[in-house]
């Protein structure tokens, strides 16, 4: 039996008795950028997840808005559970579900001077969560904002049909959180991670992205766990099929992540380092209403996990010109 299968056996049996210890077991994590947003967990990177919007970048993922223009990006995430998954894949946790509805906004403006190809842009991300946590018996759910998203600046460059862009993300969690609760809406731990996305178009039938980025995170105050830091990567590849209708895209979409540090708790290693590992794949259709207004459908199916939740991914996402 996992770390987590065991805190989490200990957690609903103080519950029974008490009705007042429980412990947190969901904290999604939703981002944006150029057409992204993000997702969810459970305790291991405390709760199977990071702040970092994996999986969310997965259309031309390098693009920011113009020089001196400003772009509003929305998102909405429906991730649904089935089970967590333990360092061999196996289920951890008896009679485990959890549903997750968010939504996360981002407005990213790019400044007016640029220079031999390169330009700079900023932008701020809020998120709301919706989260119902089955497990063990037990039932939680619980509405609220998760967090807030600072990018204060991205250098961007162009080379012929590649695109690049780079810069840090800070992570702020907002909301109310307890420790004593089943189910929470913000992860409550800050984060600071660094992107690099690439973003090739050969032809403009096409259009293949991949998003990479590491994170790190800081200690839950309130529990005295800090999770592990992460590497992923966020891959889309897309194609115009249609030469009479340029305006739909058709392709394929996912992530893979891997936890390369141990959790610790009250400073100490957690058992088995508790790392979390996943990799996702789906279809995704996008449809172009006009160059600067796109709206994007998508499915991932999350395999090959190790100690988080193991579901499916639903997206709907649009981004248009402020």
């Known amino acids: ?112 001077y640029s220079a031999g190809g390169f330009s700079f842009s900023s932008s701020a991300i809020a998120e709301t969560v919706y989260a119902k946590v089955h497990a063990g018996g037990e039932t939680d759910d619980t509405f609220g904002i998760d967090l807030l998203e600072l990018d204060p600046l991205h250098v961007n460059f162009d080379w012929g049909h590649l695109h690049l862009q780079t810069g840090p993300f800070f992570y702020l969690p907002v909301g109310p959180y307890d420790p004593t609760s089943l189910a929470n809406s913000t992860t409550h731990y800050a984060t600071f991670a660094h992107e690099l996305a690439a973003t090739w178009m050969p032809t403009p039938k096409w259009d293949v992205s991949l998003d990479s980025n590491v994170s790190f995170n800081l200690r839950n105050k309130a529990t005295g766990y800090r999770s592990g830091d992460l590497f992923a990567v966020t891959y889309g590849v897309n194609y115009r099929p249609f030469d009479s209708n340029q305006k739909w895209q058709f392709g394929i979409n996912g992530f893979y992540e891997q936890q390369f540090s141990d959790d610790h708790s009250f400073g100490q290693p957690v058992p088995t380092g508790a790392r979390l590992r996943k990799f996702a794949v789906g279809p995704q259709a996008v449809y172009w209403v006009s160059p600067a207004v796109a709206v994007v459908v998508k499915w991932q199916h999350e395999m090959a996990v190790r100690n988080a939740p193991r579901g499916d991914l639903m997206w709907l996402e649009c981004a248009f010109p402020l």
């Open 1 to 112: 039996m996992t770390s987590t299968a065991r805190a989490l056996r200990r957690i609903v049996q103080a519950r029974r008795r008490s009705q007042c210890l429980r412990r947190r077991l969901i904290g999604p994590g939703l981002l944006c950028a150029a057409l992204l947003l993000a997702a969810p967990s459970v305790e291991a990177s405390e709760n199977g997840s990071g702040n970092f919007a994996v999986g969310a970048q997965t259309v031309i993922a390098a693009y920011f808005p113009p020089p001196n223009l400003t772009e509003f990006y929305g998102y909405l995430l429906y991730y649904h559970a089935g089970s967590f998954r333990d360092d061999h894949g196996h289920s951890a946790i008896p009679d485990f579900e959890a549903n997750i509805l968010a939504q996360a906004y981002r407005v990213a403006h790019t400044w007016g």
